[in-house]
């Protein structure tokens, strides 16, 4: 494992379950989960968790964050407005790579309702498991940030 530690994890009421699959996979995996909810199915608006879970991240709190709803599309959204972040939905393993070793992603964005959990999961192991390449990429990325 790289020297990431703690992982902040979030989502709305579609992705409750996925969420805590992939908390207690990445436990397994050695890092530290903070889990900042929602701890119900009852309905809720996934822009709060994305900002909520985003801001773990920027403060330096967290290392990196995984967060879910639907589609994965609108919680990303919501955390990429928190300046720092760069987080991408992934739906496929080689994004999840690339995101990291490219984009130097510190967010992951998977969506409960478009890929089921084992892929989910290999998803978080692709996300994790990859470092970022720097040289020309750190240019990109700091380019991305203005
Ligand atoms: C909730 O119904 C749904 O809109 C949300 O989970 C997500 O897909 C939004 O992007």
Redo the contacts with the bound molecule.
């Keep these: 494992m790289s020297a990431t530690k703690r992982i902040v994890l979030s989502s ?4 409750i379950n996925l969420r805590q699959a992939v908390a207690t996979h990445v436990t397994a995996k050695g890092y530290e989960v903070v889990d900042i909810g929602p701890t119900t199915t009852e309905s809720t608006h ?1 822009p709060l968790h994305g900002k909520a879970a985003a801001e773990h991240v920027a403060s330096g709190e967290c290392d990196l964050g995984i967060i879910l ?7 990303m959204m919501a955390a990429n407005k928190v300046p720092g972040i760069r987080c991408g939905v992934c739906s496929d393993t080689f994004s999840a790579t690339m995101i990291r070793a490219h984009n130097n992603a510190n967010m992951l964005s998977i ?1 409960a ?1 478009v890929v089921g959990e084992g892929l989910a999961l290999e998803i978080v192991d692709a996300y994790l498991d990859a470092e970022f390449e720097g040289g020309r990429h750190g240019t990109r990325v700091d380019m991305i940030e203005g």
């Design positions: 709305d009421h579609a992705a996934y709803c639907g589609t994965g599309q609108g919680i969506g309702r």
